[in-house]
């Protein structure tokens, strides 16, 4: 019986309020404060669109190495991916990415395409109907369109004017007089 010296760090994450989970006696405060040296809070990936890009392409690279594969392209489907609200988070964007190599290591773009779509179905039923809006006139029809658009990426931004014109390619003032026209209302 002999001491071994080690150096490690313990890098621990949880989705949970620990400090919930402490209170209801599902995790030890003491294991907590011994844990707790350093604090890094990470926003969730429907908070960060403008990184989904850059773990596309560290993921595609990654994975088409593990699978000796030569490494797709999804630039086409970025839009696909940053209209996701991503409830799974970074592991979830992982997992889909992998599910591609597996099911299209050819690189079919159709293929790809369908993986995509087929993954990102929402599981919402608040989606843009097609068929309804070939029953009415065109600018009403646009009217809906836009409603349905703009009140969408009003929720992926928490209801932030301004992260919501940027990515919508709108000026702030503009994007205020629209939702006025339209009639949607804050979502604060």
Known sequence: NHDIKVDVRIICSTSKNIHEEIKLGNFREDLFHRLNVFNINIEPLKDRMEDISLLVEYFSERISKNYNLKQFDLKNYINYLINYNWP???RELRNLIERIAILS???SKENILNI???S????TSDTFDVNN????PLKEAR???EKEYLTTQLKKFGGNISKTAKFVGM???ALHRKLKILGVKGLN
């Open 88 to 90: 799974g988070n970074v």
């Open 171 to 173: 000026e702030r003032s």
């Open 116 to 118: 995509v779509k087929e």
């Open 133 to 136: 809006t070939l029953l009415v």
């Open 105 to 107: 290591p050819e690189n």
């Open 120 to 123: 990102l179905k929402s599981t």
């Open 143 to 145: 009217e809906n369109f």
